[in-house]
């Protein structure tokens, strides 16, 4: 069984660029929910989509967004990109979205460097 | 503010003794609570979980103790091994319905010595 798969694993980018990262579930999962990672806070909390629709949402500006398609596959994006933006993004899947009783598989994450 | 609290942001232990990493929670709403273990390069897996309703679950080596009272819960893994070298993460979250996405400590970083 394939596991979370995210890509690209590594990117530069320029401030006032933006950035599309893809994350593809595992197969019959349908919820997918994106963190970020950075040393100094850790792992917090973007959002999280089922069924197409945003469930849940973290507390970041509104430059952070995000989809999910038809296919659970899911795409975040970050707009007009700031040196703080530096940081590992991490997909998560799970099969009914409820933290609680379903647990959260995740990718490797794509590693975004903004300069 | 910090809901989700690891104090301690790295724990060497000998090789064979008990690890004890510690988490602490600010957050009486939090119900469910999961430990995560993480290498580099990769991404955090899920190592044991615990609900509110217990205070404390097994399995194999690791053991999480649940203490409501003090908003505390804890990780034990004994014996520790190498291969247990990773960046630990306690998370949390409430249990109504829908996600409300976990929330993560900053993380510790266990070092098993030979």
């Known amino acids: 069984k394939a596991g979370v798969t995210q890509t690209p694993r590594y990117l530069i980018k320029t401030r006032g660029q933006q950035v599309t990262l893809s994350c593809s579930p595992i197969?019959?999962?349908?919820?997918v929910s994106w963190y970020q990672q950075t040393p100094g806070q850790g792992l917090q909390f973007l959002f999280e989509y089922f069924s197409e629709t945003q469930r849940n949402k973290g507390n970041f500006p509104g430059r952070f967004s995000g989809r999910q398609f038809s296919n659970s596959r899911s795409e975040m994006n970050v707009s007009t990109l700031e040196l703080g933006d530096s940081a590992l993004y991490l997909c998560?899947?799970?099969?009914?979205?409820?933290?609680?009783?379903?647990?959260?598989?995740f990718g490797a994450g794509s590693r975004l460097t903004v300069l | 503010d910090q809901q989700v609290k690891q104090n301690s942001p790295s724990l060497s232990v000998q090789e064979g003794r008990i690890s004890i990493l510690n988490c602490d929670y600010t957050?009486?709403?939090?119900?469910?609570f999961l430990w995560y273990k993480k290498y580099p390069a990769e991404g955090p897996t899920f190592l044991i979980s615990?609900?509110?309703?217990?205070d404390k679950n097994e399995d194999g080596r690791f053991t999480v103790f649940l203490n409501k009272s003090a908003k505390h819960l804890s990780l034990h893994i004994v014996p520790s091994q190498p291969g247990d070298s990773a960046v630990y993460f306690c998370?949390?979250?409430?249990?109504?319905?829908?996600?409300?996405?976990?929330?993560f400590g900053k993380g510790t970083h266990l070092i098993i010595q030979p």
């Open positions: 998370a949390a979250s409430g249990m109504g319905g829908g996600a409300d996405g976990l929330t």
């Open positions: 615990i609900s509110s309703i217990k």
């Open positions: 998560a899947s799970s099969l009914a979205g409820q933290a609680g009783a379903n647990v959260l598989t």
């Open positions: 197969s019959g999962h349908r919820s």
């Open positions: 957050n009486s709403m939090f119900d469910y």
